[in-house]
């Protein structure tokens, strides 16, 4: 599948980007090469090769242990020491560049 000028255009609208005409058909050649990389990437005769559950087995995981068990050194447990005080409302607004005193006020951002 080749990606178009059309298709370009139509995402950078979806992300309100403006793309210069010289920016556009970077776009569209990167991406193209991008997928061409990807075809080349199915071509390969991949038959043989085991799948792999995890990439992480290379740092020393417990080969021995099941499912989840393995990565159990990846978690930690949560620390209960008692809540801590959040910022006061009026320190957390005090450098707002607006605000009605409770919340934030912030411009909109979509306007279509």
Known sequence: MKVTEKDVAYVADLAN??????ERTRMVRDLNSILG????????DTAN?????????RFGVDQAKQGSERFAYARREDIHEGLRKS????????????SD????????????
């Open 49 to 57: 090769v085991p799948p792999m559950a995890q990439v992480s087995d």
């Open 87 to 98: 910022l006061p409302r009026e320190q957390a607004l005090a450098n707002a560049p607006e």
């Open 17 to 22: 980007l403006e793309l210069g005409e010289a």
């Open 37 to 44: 990389y990807i075809d080349n990437l199915n071509e390969l």
């Open 101 to 112: 005193g409770t919340f934030f006020k912030v411009p909109k951002v979509i306007e279509r």
